[in-house]
């Protein structure tokens, strides 16, 4: 099934297209949906050239270690761009993406996203900006990996899925709009899950902790002195 223009124009990547460039663009999509739990990409398989894109829906990119230990690398939502060697690299998979609920995946040739590049040099711009922040957190991802605390970690990455997902304002503070289970915590910074439990028990003041993963936030300032290092847990 193909996007149809008002859906491309959703993607903040697609905002320098014009209409007619939107709809030029248009033919070359293909929308693909997947059930929760369902593979979209296994870690090491060839990869089409292919931008991709989540439509609709959450997506989780884990990578396994030769122990078998699975670490969460990111968690992707509407407009999230990945698989980026598809485009520019070895044409592998670099890491798992599994669905975790109904989605749906847009992928373009990478013929035709060149094409509309010619048209509209802006977009290459756009790309540019993408793959800069991508490697901006996957360097404080290893960083934080190899020389912070795990309380430090775990408050950057509560601060870190506020901004990318956002929050909403409650009567006790700002609730994520992206749940963070135990596990999913403990497999994105690296420790284990009943450590995770005990650091989120030691936070209750700063951040509570939901069933299902309902994280908020109840002091802003907190929770930045944490990711700082300034405070001592």
Known sequence: MQATVQQLGQFSLFAALSEADLTHLQPHTHLQKYQRDEIVLHEGDPLPAKLHLVANGVLQVQKSAATGKETILRTLRSGDMFAAPALFGDAKAPATVLALEDCEVLTIPKSALLEAIQQTPELSLRLLVVFNQRLQQL?????????????????????????????????????????????????????????????????QDVVTYGRGGKIVICDREGLEAIANGEANF
């Open 139 to 203: 360097h404080r991802m290893v960083h934080g990996l190899v020389s912070e605390r795990a309380v430090v970690r775990l408050a950057r990455l509560i601060q870190y899925s506020a901004w990318q997902h956002g929050t909403d304002k409650t009567a006790v503070g700002e609730q994520l709009r992206i749940k963070l289970p135990y596990y999913q915590i403990a497999r994105s910074i690296g420790i284990t899950y009943e450590e995770c439990a005990r650091l989120m028990k030691g936070l």
